[in-house]
């Protein structure tokens, strides 16, 4: 599983990092990815934020 | 997983009833499933429609949650639930006219919120209410001949809907009949914060105000409030909340209680192979040992997806909720974002920057332990995510 983001759409507005902040972390400067290649545990978790971004910024790729 | 699910189905088609939906198949559940939504558009992101749909800055197709969702389900579109039988595990549509019932074996029920409408009765054209894509983008017609606009109602949807028209140059009055904006969301103390941030941006902000009556045969021309003086008006739009869209289970025995009472896995009280998410659902929360009903974005989607664990799981193994709730709001170029529930906080105290300055963190705490966080500094709250859900001491700390 790979996390991708277009931080060019994102507009920080944390609903990933609320949902899973093992991998996703807004800060001051914009959105990280901590671990672009997560663990098998954290599908869940990540495929909810993708879909829950509402500027649908995150890609998840399997 | 329980093995006697073979047909399920969920009501509504929103974020939750369709994470829900897409839970169930990750889970591996292989049987019938069915969703039935009464809005005929594919699923979409309702967080744009007070804010960047509305002005212009995306267009519809922004919105849409499809890619992403490609739910192996039946599909029902412009169909909406009227009767739910528990005892028969029935449900009766009303299929776009044409009655339907349905059996379910696990029901799913997240028909949302239906927006306030105007107590008075009937209103003159150019007031309109905003909750769907459809209500959005007929405001925002509007907009384009450069109304005057009067918002009622200074909750989020009002607040957000006020500070873009005046992103767009608008003339704004913004009518709230309580004693300040955003009042029961953010407290006293951050009412008067965003209160100043609107004046600051030319909103003419009228607090402890209420509209008496609309001005206007026809096409409405203005509003006159409670203090008798009228304010001129093109376009009004009413922002006085929801109500969960609880009507239609009048008589069916779950509980209602301002939404459909649940324990804190979704299941519903009174019914049994029955669970709810998103708006329409009062979950009992364990970290603020409380029924809560909550109107955020990634909550109902996270609840769809609790909730439809606790069908395939069975209510007796399923597993609680308990992740704070978090939401977030744009007006003009501030971003505010909430974790945790300050309701009935009896303490408050700025924990970082200044608010004067617009980039600033404060805490709300009750009891001497912190429940929520309140912060314009993008992600900072997650920082205190431990904090609020162990309830430490009031003010809290950031452990390095």
Known sequence: MKVAVDLDTCDGNGVCMSICHEVFDVR???LHVLDERPRDELRQQIKGAEVSCPTQAITVED | MRDDLHDIVVVGAGIAGMRAAETFRQEGYDGALTVVGDEWHAPY?????????????????????????DVDARVLRGASAHRLDPSSHTLDLDDDGTPLSLHYDGLVIATGATPRSWPGGAVPEGVMLLRTVDDCLAIREQLADDPRVVVVGGGFIGAEVAATCRMLGLEVALIERSDGLLLSAL?????????????SHGVDLRVGASVEEFVGDGRVKGVRLNDGSQLAADLVIVGLGVSPATEWLDGSGLRIDDGLVCDATGAVEGGSDVVAAGDIARWWHPRYERHLRIEHWD????????AART???????????????YFWSDQYDVKLQMLGVPTDYDSFAVVDGRPEDWNFTAAYGRDGAT???LSTTPGRVQAYRDAIKGGDEFPPTLSA
Do not use: N
């Open chain 2, 311 to 325: 069908l395939l799981a069975g209510a007796d193994r399923a597993d609680a909720y308990d992740e704070l709730p």
């Open chain 2, 371 to 373: 429940i929520a966080v």
């Open chain 1, 28 to 30: 001051e400067d914009g």
């Open chain 2, 299 to 306: 909550h109902a989607g996270r609840q769809g997806e609790t």
């Open chain 2, 45 to 69: 992101h309702r967080p744009p429609l007070s804010k960047k749909l509305l002005s212009g800055q995306i267009q519809r197709a922004g919105i849409d949650l499809a890619p992403q969702f």
């Open chain 2, 187 to 199: 407290g006293a103390e951050m009412a008067t914060c965003w209160a100043q941030l609107h004046k």
